[in-house]
């Protein structure tokens, strides 16, 4: 009798759960800047977290599982809203995307040094790496997380804030998606992507 290894199931593309809710956030601002311009960012950052609360739920419903940085990730979004709403300051808000790259610049970076690579864990399924290319790689990954958050930095800080929204939704994965794809031949000069 054939003894046959069950497969196991695939991962499920969570486009939407991610980027849904920042899709939401994007047309709430634009709709409330039209006839509340000063309070639009707070009523948008308002649904936002709700969104992403709400996705996250559907995510776990259907599939059973969560990745810990979207756990992560939408409870630094609904305390950064929280603060700003009661507050009514709005740099706090402009500030989340800041914070949750430095934390995660800290936490790949910081992986390497207690043998925990973040990026290994999170990619070793699809890619073969020796650990010391696995260290590079996960260096290159904490460098862009600082790098994504100095960039938000000098956003908010420079630009009108219906620019700030915009980059929030349509200029960050964007850059995320090509840093991937420069990452791509030091994959395969080292290692190789796993085909099964």
């Known amino acids: 009798m054939e003894n046959k290894t069950p497969t196991p199931p695939k991962k499920p593309s969570n486009f939407w759960i991610d980027f849904g809710p ?10 409330f800047k039209r006839s509340q311009p000063e309070q639009a960012m707070l009523w948008a950052a308002g649904i936002f977290a709700v969104v ?3 996705a996250l739920l559907i995510g776990w419903l259907k ?3 969560i990745s810990k940085m979207l756990i992560f ?3 630094i979004i609904v305390l950064t809203a929280a603060l700003a709403i ?3 300051n709005k740099t706090i808000f402009y500030m989340k995307p800041t914070v949750i790259n430095i934390l ?6 910081g992986g390497i040094f207690i043998k925990k690579n973040v990026i290994k864990i999170m990619m070793g399924e699809a890619i073969e790496l020796p650990d010391a290319r696995w260290d590079t790689l996960a260096m290159r990954w904490g460098l862009f997380f600082f790098a994504m958050a100095a960039l938000n930095e000098y956003i908010w800080r420079t630009q009108s804030e219906d620019f700030w929204a915009t980059f929030k939704v349509f200029g960050f994965l964007p850059i995320t998606f090509i840093f991937t794809l420069t990452q791509i031949p030091f994959i395969q ?3 190789k ?3 099964e």
């Open 22 to 31: 920042l899709l939401v956030f994007f047309g709430a601002f634009q709709y």
């Open 52 to 54: 992403a609360v709400i």
């Open 63 to 65: 599939y059973k599982h």
């Open 73 to 75: 990730s939408t409870v």
């Open 86 to 88: 009661f507050s009514g």
């Open 104 to 109: 995660f610049g800290f936490a790949v970076i």
């Open 189 to 191: 000069k080292h290692g």
């Open 193 to 195: 992507m796993r085909t």
